[in-house]
Nanobody, 120 residues
Framework: QVQLVESGGGWLQAGGSVRLSCAASGRTGSRYAMAWFRQTPRRWREFVAA????????RYADSVKGRFTISRDNAKNTVYLQMTSLKPEDTALYYC?????????????WGQGTQVTVSS
């Protein structure tokens, strides 16, 4: 089992920045790709960004390209999501996810989420 704990959310102004963190514990020896998803009451959980185990490959949703950056520090078992130029539509509950084969099989593990609220 892998436990994922997100942190860093909060109330922010449009145009601002924030960095989310996701700390993994448990069976972190496997080479998990990591991703961020987000969910609002009106939208089902949607993909935001993903990063390979090595960190050499990243993917982003079109809605966040150029504004968000995903990164990871395997020595700290932590993945980050740097969010800039925030918009009110970025308001959501942000989830961290881990999976050996995220693209084909989806996440194996989910965190509990951290709320990001962006006011205009």
């Amino acid at each position: 089992q892998v436990q994922l704990v997100e942190s860093g959310g909060g109330w922010l102004q449009a145009g601002g920045s924030v960095r989310l963190s996701c700390a993994a514990s448990g069976r972190t020896g496997s080479r998990y790709a990591m991703a961020w998803f987000r969910q609002t009451p009106r939208r089902w959980r949607e993909f935001v960004a993903a990063i390979s185990w090595s960190g050499n490959s990243t993917r982003y949703a079109d809605s966040v390209k150029g504004r968000f950056t995903i990164s990871r520090d395997n020595a700290k078992n932590t993945v980050y999501l740097q969010m800039t130029s925030l918009k009110p539509e970025d308001t959501a509950l942000y989830y961290c996810a881990a999976g050996v084969d995220l693209v084909q099989k989806g996440p194996d593990y989910w965190g509990q989420g951290t709320q990001v609220t962006v006011s205009s």
